[in-house]
């Protein structure tokens, strides 16, 4: 069993940046895909962005594209989200998702259901 652990939530204003990160229990973890998912009450959950572990292909949605990267430390089994210029509608539950598939496409990547594993969330605040 993957367990999954974020950190790195908190409050900022609008312009700032957070580093979100996710550990992951099995070591090593060193293959299929680590994703970032997001949630705001009321609405659907939002794919944010994704990264392979071997290789460290990314993919991530046209609202942080640019904004937003994802990384990884194989060893550490650990991804993070550097997320920069924060706006307030990127305010949400940012959750981490595991899938010991590798995912090739974007279309893949950003489908919930293809992983395994998730997180309890980190909250991220973005103030106007």
């Known amino acids: 069993q993957v367990q999954l652990v974020e950190s790195g939530g908190g409050l900022v204003q609008a312009g700032d940046s957070l580093r979100l990160s996710c550990a992951a229990s099995?070591?090593?973890?060193?293959?299929?895909?680590m994703g970032w998912f997001r949630h705001t009450p009321g609405k659907e959950r939002e794919f944010v962005a994704a990264i392979r572990w071997s290789g460290g292909t990314t993919y991530y949605s046209d609202s942080v594209k640019g904004r937003f990267t994802a990384s990884k430390d194989n060893a550490k089994s650990t991804v993070y989200l550097e997320m920069n210029r924060l706006k307030p509608e990127d305010t949400a539950v940012y959750y981490c998702?595991?899938?010991?598939?590798?995912?090739?496409?974007?279309?893949?990547?950003?489908?919930?259901?293809?992983?395994?594993?998730w997180g309890q969330g980190t909250q991220v605040f973005v103030s106007s």
């Open positions: 998702a595991a899938t010991r598939k590798v995912l090739y496409s974007l279309s893949a990547a950003l489908t919930g259901g293809l992983y395994e594993y």
């Open positions: 099995v070591r090593p973890f060193s293959t299929g895909t």
